[in-house]
């Protein structure tokens, strides 16, 4: 059996120091010291690994990263029933935070070879829907461009969110562009849960921050908030993971890049997302075009752990399906995601993987995804196949 995913946090013996601080400072939750110097590590480590100068940049510690999605959707204060354009391809909590905020979600495709929405793509629908916020997906971890979100956020006068939950800390919040991040187990830096909003926008991280804890403003609420404050003890384990980042990091990057590397020569029509160097990888998802199913079955039935990440796309979900009526969206109009839901596959992701494990795993899936393919076929695609 090949897990998909182990979470990589912190020991007892390395937490104690940090223990020790909240049983001294007796302060548990409402922004109390630790979860203060976590916001302010978090901040200089996300500007160390995004050259350029960010002197204003800071960040409000979350619950989770679907409330860092939440609590920014409500500080920007838009009227209820305001639209939200989104892509298709993402975790479902991009969606139900914007339903959840009293928003309409519009679906937008992706593009085919990113798997991203692209400023190109978001263009038209933007004029169609007159939304006034778009969320930009950096999806399994890819790095969506700021400053080509920045030119669109100015162009037609919109909020830019991008919801960087699995990019850590490969995003970076600037003039427009507002970033939100996840810190849940499973991710880059996992603390348990977790999540925050970066912003150079000190007046709206004020508000963010109020909204954190209910929108109390000077003792009145001024917008709707909710509970999503991030407790010490969860500070305490994100202080530890700062500390033993770099490393597991590396390990993350020499995983994926092991996959490329037994995967990229394959003649069997495995394809990898392009942009994979500005990754920060979390998961790793190749596509087999069209036959995810049967391939992710297969593999299980062999004991490998695999799961189709954001397949279906949101909008073929249930819960989503009157918000499409709503815009006359039909199946098949997004038919990008659509085949992407059909084809992507994530492969066992974690730093207790071995080289072995790892081969057998990309041997397995070689094999699985050349059993059925006929010659021809086999030819027309052999060489096509690109790492980004
Ligand atoms: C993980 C993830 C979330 C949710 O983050 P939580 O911390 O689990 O709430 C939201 N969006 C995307 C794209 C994610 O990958």
Redesign the pocket.
């Known amino acids: 059996m090949i897990p998909l995913m182990i979470p990589d946090l912190p020991n007892t013996s390395d937490l104690i120091p940090w223990l020790k601080q909240i049983d001294e400072n007796k302060w548990y939750s409402n922004y109390g010291p630790l979860s203060k110097q976590f916001e302010s590590e978090i901040v200089e480590l996300v500007k160390c690994e995004n050259p350029g100068n960010h002197p204003d940049l800071r960040m409000v510690s979350t619950s989770?990263?679907?409330?860092?999605?939440e609590v920014a959707l409500s500080a920007y204060r838009l009227r209820p029933g305001s639209k939200v354009l989104l892509p298709s391809l993402?975790?479902p909590?991009?969606a139900t935070a914007v339903i959840r905020c009293g928003l309409i979600p519009v679906f937008t495709d992706v593009d085919p070879n990113t798997w991203l929405l692209t400023p190109e793509i978001a263009d038209e629908i933007i004029q169609k829907s007159n939304a006034d916020v778009v969320i930009p997906?950096?999806?399994y971890g890819v790095k969506v461009p700021e400053k080509q979100w920045q030119r669109f956020a100015q162009k037609h006068q919109c909020k830019v969110l991008i919801?960087s939950?699995?990019a850590f800390p490969g995003q970076v919040a600037i003039e427009g562009v507002d970033i939100t991040y996840?810190?849940?187990a499973?991710?880059c830096l996992g603390i348990g849960?977790?999540?925050g909003i970066l912003s150079v926008d000190n007046a709206f991280i004020n508000t963010c921050r109020e909204v954190t804890n209910f929108g109390f403003s000077n003792g009145s609420i001024h917008t709707a908030g909710l509970n999503a404050k991030l407790s010490e003890y969860h500070a305490a384990v994100g202080l530890c993971q700062i500390r033993r980042f770099r490393s597991t990091m590396l390990g993350r990057i020499k995983l994926r890049n092991t996959y490329i590397e037994n995967l990229c020569d394959n003649t069997v029509g495995i394809q990898f997302q392009t942009g994979q160097s500005a990754i920060s990888p979390?998961l790793f998802v190749v596509s087999v075009p069209n036959r995810a199913r049967e391939c992710a079955a297969e593999l299980s039935s062999q004991g490998i752990g695999v799961r189709q990440w954001y397949c279906p796309p949101v909008h073929l979900h249930k819960a989503f399906e009157s918000y499409l009526r709503n815009l006359s969206l039909k199946f098949g109009d997004l038919s990008v995601s659509e085949f992407l839901g059909e084809s992507l596959i994530g492969l066992p992701f974690h730093p207790f993987l071995t080289h072995q494990q790892i081969q057998a795993v990309t041997d397995a899936l070689i094999d699985v995804a050349g059993n059925k393919l006929d010659a021809p076929y086999r030819a027309s695609i052999g060489g096509s196949v690109t790492a980004g």
């Open positions: 989770s990263g679907t409330s860092a999605l993402t975790f909590a991009t997906v950096s999806a919801d939950a699995g996840s810190f849940h499973t991710k849960e977790g999540g979390t």
